[in-house]
């Protein structure tokens, strides 16, 4: 055990774990984040992304002592960042969930490329969304959701 | 006696809804959200009857002390029966209320109107709301299954547009599933499992053991069932994990490898003939000889590997044992018939049982959400006044759930010189789709919960009887729709199998429907007939044939010739022929690695009156790109040793580089009764990009998935 402090959604959090945890027992069991899911614990599903220094990034394997001093956003505190909460609205309004398991690895993921490239290409949506996976057959609502932010689309 | 079976076991009123003092309208349904929008569905239905706002709606989550019992949530059946016993049971209340309305005013209750709940005399302009009229009591008077109900014309809500329940939280991260759930002084569990089914445990490692007790570790074992617990969720997880590399198992008869395709069809089975898509209880009689006057006969077997549910959230439960009354939070779908098996598992009586359902990730099926619940049930007994977190891992998920039957059908006919069908046969073959824990004959509900297998006091699997309901199991669509003279059908419940089945999506129709609709364009082709008109010459539905039109239009069907390298296809069912009437068009190219790249997709549907119009699209959409996925990558695959599809590397899925655009066509028929659709989709997807595969590429595939393999042995062929 030693002290890990954590920047997350804006606060700073001192934390004693293992460093050896994989950041999203931490956010999830310490900090009671649980936006991020486990859907795979190997990265390879997307359900457990989170924003770190703004990129996205998956948290299931790799170890919480990494992310010291990091910036970290969970879909939780996307709400006050205007990207992220027009990709949240955008998915309400396209109906983009089912069940909803994946859907905030996807509104990571979303967050992250409307963040770096305000105009994405379809094709650059896809690539970005191509490391989550989704069981419900959502996709064509979420590409259209995240495609329709772009500035480059079509009014 | 009522036809709505819910109605029937749960005849009051006050089962259904309750009135709150802030104005709520509590709706109790037994039928549970997997993120079908079934709660979207069913509020909009209530509020729809009692003239109010949908926000006043508040669905109570539905748990076995509470909740009306509807058995499970399956087979699309969730409108049609808790959709229908929720819209008679609010039009009882809407007429109960005017009249108390009516006596409270003296007036005629014709006069009176409501806005939001509030009834109002305008001759007087007195008003009351509901919960005042009742003062809080309960109705205390049954569900009237002749209600009048609101009159298509009449609805503002149904079919209009409706935000799905609980979207927002799902966005925000704010959606608590059962994996995410917090009680005070909460234990996390992981089980340990053995290499397959058939191992049982040789010994564990007494050093590990004890270097994990030291650690606060909890280690359960009853036979070969074995799970650890802890305080810390990654704590829990390593010591699963060295706990597990320090076990022996004695795996006994080795797997049994054959091609399940030759086991499907040699090994013993039950064979039953089929009926107007009733089984009979009957020897199968000869396939009839060739029809007198064929001018072509055609035969061809087509085959669907084993498949998973594959939900991408591993399953989970939590479980907590106060002083003998078990608690169970699951995200089953059957509720009570999980408590009446775990109940009957452990000699309890089930009053001391509660099972409450909370929501979690999508299933589409029986997967592992009930045996989870009962793993967490047993360890809870064995570590009882605190709180167990039971998880699955993605491992588990993967290779402990109960599959998707693999089956093999065979389908033969006889066209006339015309191109008209005159003799048709069908012969499926498969395990069973009936896994689901329920109690039944032979203790079938303990049989069919995974750790009974393997606790001290062991029970084998069940040995599965054939379904006799109407389109049940493996039988589900093979009774084509078309207008074919009396077509010979057989169901083999095959025996013997290697791999644990039980209910997904779809369960037998979608080989059924797989075969089905790619012989149809088998014949058609060889009669050299365009296969819409093939369809159309055996299809006098005006509703089939409606939608088999909205396809082809929206796909821009193309009657002879292929210009390009696009392939094209379409397919149609009417779900157990009688529910929604589906049919899917798609286009697509297969690329220089005989990858299927899915360009577009029609789906054309007719669900009678539409409730939630987008939920319904939805379920056609997910339906569509999860059968997509069926088609083109799932395949189990297992050797000597056990399940080799252990994650989604060695079981990969439809991902977000092959969506096509996809068109939703609904065909509105107001008057006409609402009709499931949840599986509308699946069966004929398969089937129309099986279609478009051998329109682009002169392969026809019959055997799924259609992955590049098969593609590249095909054209080898």
């Known amino acids: 055990m030693e002290e890990i402090v954590l920047h997350v959604n804006g606060g700073e959090h001192r934390i004693d774990a293992d460093p050896s945890t994989p950041l999203l027992f931490v956010l999830r069991n310490h900090l009671g984040l649980t936006g991020a899911k486990l859907g795979c614990g190997l990265e390879q599903c997307g359900a457990c992304a989170v924003l770190v220094d703004g990129r996205s990034t998956l948290t299931c394997s790799a170890p919480v002592g990494d992310f010291a001093g990091r910036e970290i956003v969970t879909a939780e505190g996307l709400a006050v960042d205007a990207v992220?909460?027009?990709?949240?609205?955008?998915?309400?309004?396209?109906?983009?969930?089912?069940?909803?398991?994946?859907?905030?690895?996807?509104?990571?993921?979303?967050?992250?490329?409307?963040?770096?490239?305000?105009?994405?290409?379809?094709?650059?949506?896809?690539?970005?969304?191509?490391?989550?996976?989704c069981r419900c057959g959502s996709h064509a609502r979420v590409l259209a959701a995240v495609a329709g932010l772009s500035t480059g689309a079509a009014e | 006696m009522n036809a709505n079976p819910s109605l029937r076991k749960s005849p009051n009123l006050d089962d259904w809804i309750a009135l709150e003092a802030d104005g709520r309208i509590r709706v109790l349904s037994g039928k549970v959200d997997i993120g079908q929008r079934i709660s979207t569905a069913v509020a909009l239905i209530a509020a729809e009857e009692l003239e109010v706002d949908p926000a006043r709606i508040a669905m109570q989550p539905p748990d076995t002390d509470t909740a009306p019992d509807e058995g499970m949530t399956t087979g699309s059946n969730s409108i049609q029966q808790s959709g229908d016993a929720i819209r008679r049971a609010a039009a009882t209340a809407r007429r109960h209320l005017l009249?108390?309305?009516?006596?409270?005013?003296?007036?005629?209750?014709?006069?009176?109107?409501?806005?939001?709940?509030?009834?109002?005399?305008?001759?007087?302009n007195r008003s009351a709301t509901y919960v005042e009229l009742t003062g809080g009591a309960p109705f205390a008077i049954p569900v009237d299954a002749n209600a009048t109900v609101k009159a298509p014309g009449d609805c503002r809500l149904i079919g209009?547009?409706?935000?799905?329940?609980?979207?927002?939280?799902?966005?925000?991260?704010?959606?608590?599933?059962?994996?995410?759930?917090?009680?005070?002084?909460?234990?996390?569990?992981?089980?340990?499992?053995?290499?397959h089914h058939l191992a049982r445990l040789g010994g564990l490692d007494s050093e590990t053991v004890a270097r994990l007790e030291a650690a606060a570790i909890r280690i359960v074992r009853d036979g070969s069932f074995i799970a650890v617990a802890g305080d810390d969720e990654y704590a829990v997880v390593r010591a699963a994990d060295r706990l597990a590399r320090s076990a022996t198992w004695k795996t006994g008869i080795e797997f049994e490898e054959r091609d399940v395709f030759d086991q499907l069809v040699d090994n013993p089975r039950i064979s039953l003939p089929v009926v107007d898509g009733m089984p009979l209880e009957a020897p199968v009689s000869r396939p009839p000889a060739p029809a007198e006057g064929a001018a072509l006969s055609r035969r061809a077997r087509y085959e669907r590997p084993y498949q998973m549910h594959a939900s991408i959230g591993p399953s989970a439960a939590m479980a907590r044992d106060d002083d003998g009354h078990l608690m169970v939070w699951s995200h089953s779908q059957g509720i009570f018939p999980l408590r009446d098996s775990i109940a009957e598992s452990l000699d309890l009586d089930p009053s001391r049982i509660t099972v409450i359902h909370h929501p979690g990730p999508g299933c589409y099926g029986h997967n592992g959400a009930d045996d989870a619940a009962y793993e967490a049930a047993l360890v809870a007994r064995a570590l009882p006044g605190r709180p167990v977190l039971l998880k699955w891992t993605r491992d588990d998920e993967h290779a402990w759930e109960p599959y998707a039957s693999a089956m093999a059908v065979d389908v033969a006919a006889d066209l006339d010189a015309s191109g008209r069908v005159i003799r048709w046969t069908?012969?499926?073959?498969?395990?069973?789709?009936?896994?689901?824990?329920?109690?039944?004959?032979?203790?079938?509900?303990?049989?069919?919960?995974?750790?009974?297998?393997?606790?001290?006091?062991?029970?084998?699997?069940?040995?599965?009887?054939?379904?006799?309901?109407?389109?049940?199991?493996?039988?589900?669509?093979?009774?084509?729709?078309?207008?074919?003279?009396?077509?010979?059908?057989?169901?083999?419940?095959?025996?013997g199998l290697p791999?644990?089945?039980?209910?997904?999506?779809?369960?037998?129709a979608v080989a059924n429907i797989f075969a089905l609709e790619c012989f149809?364009?088998?014949?058609?082709?060889?009669?050299?007939?365009?296969?819409?008109?093939?369809?159309?010459?055996?299809?006098?539905?005006?509703?089939?044939?409606?939608?088999?039109?909205?396809?082809?239009?929206?796909?821009?069907?193309?009657?002879?010739?292929?210009?390009?390298?696009?392939?094209q296809g379409l397919a149609f069912a009417r779900y157990k022929n009688d529910m929604t009437f589906a049919a899917v068009a798609v286009e697509l190219r297969v690329d220089d690695q005989a990858r299927v790249r899915l360009d577009r997709a029609a789906i054309a549907a007719d669900s009678g009156q539409v409730i939630d119009r987008d939920g319904l699209r939805a379920q056609l959409e997910g339906g569509f790109l999860q059968a997509a996925s069926w088609a083109l990558y799932e395949q189990v695959r297992y050797d000597r040793d056990g399940v080799t599809s252990r994650d989604w590397e060695t079981y990969p899925i439809l991902g977000f580089d092959n969506v096509p655009e996809i068109d939703?066509?609904?065909?509105?028929?107001?008057?006409?009764?609402?009709?499931?659709?949840?599986?509308?989709?699946?069966?004929?997807?398969?089937?129309?990009i099986g279609n478009a595969i051998a329109d682009a590429t002169g392969l026809r595939l019959r055997r799924m998935p259609f992955d590049p393999d098969a593609i590249m042995a095909a054209a080898r062929r």
């Open chain 2, 99 to 124: 009249g108390l309305a009516a006596a409270r005013f003296g007036t005629d209750a014709r006069t009176l109107e409501i806005v939001d709940g509030l009834v109002r005399d305008p001759a007087t």
């Open chain 1, 84 to 133: 992220g909460a027009a990709v949240q609205n955008a998915f309400i309004d396209a109906g983009a969930a089912q069940c909803g398991y994946c859907t905030p690895g996807l509104v990571i993921a979303a967050t992250a490329l409307l963040t770096r490239n305000a105009s994405p290409s379809a094709a650059d949506v896809r690539d970005a969304l191509s490391p989550h996976l």
């Open chain 2, 499 to 508: 791999l644990r089945t039980s209910a997904m999506r779809c369960l037998g």
């Open chain 2, 426 to 495: 069908a012969e499926s073959h498969s395990d069973t789709h009936r896994g689901r824990p329920r109690p039944d004959a032979g203790g079938a509900g303990p049989a069919r919960l995974l750790a009974n297998r393997f606790r001290a006091d062991a029970i084998p699997p069940l040995t599965p009887t054939p379904n006799m309901n109407h389109h049940g199991g493996l039988h589900r669509n093979l009774d084509p729709y078309y207008d074919f003279p009396a077509p010979h059908l057989v169901k083999h419940l095959v025996r």
């Open chain 2, 664 to 688: 939703v066509i609904i065909l509105d028929r107001p008057a006409a009764e609402s009709l499931g659709a949840g599986e509308a989709a699946g069966g004929p997807t398969v089937a129309a």
């Open chain 2, 160 to 195: 209009g547009p409706a935000q799905p329940r609980g979207i927002a939280d799902m966005v925000s991260g704010h959606a608590k599933y059962v994996q995410d759930l917090v009680l005070p002084g909460m234990r996390h569990a992981r089980v340990v499992r053995p290499p």
């Open chain 2, 520 to 567: 149809m364009d088998e014949l058609a082709e060889a009669a050299d007939i365009d296969r819409l008109e093939f369809r159309f010459n055996h299809l006098k539905d005006d509703r089939a044939r409606a939608v088999l039109r909205a396809a082809a239009d929206a796909i821009g069907w193309r009657r002879a010739g292929r210009p390009d390298d696009l392939g």
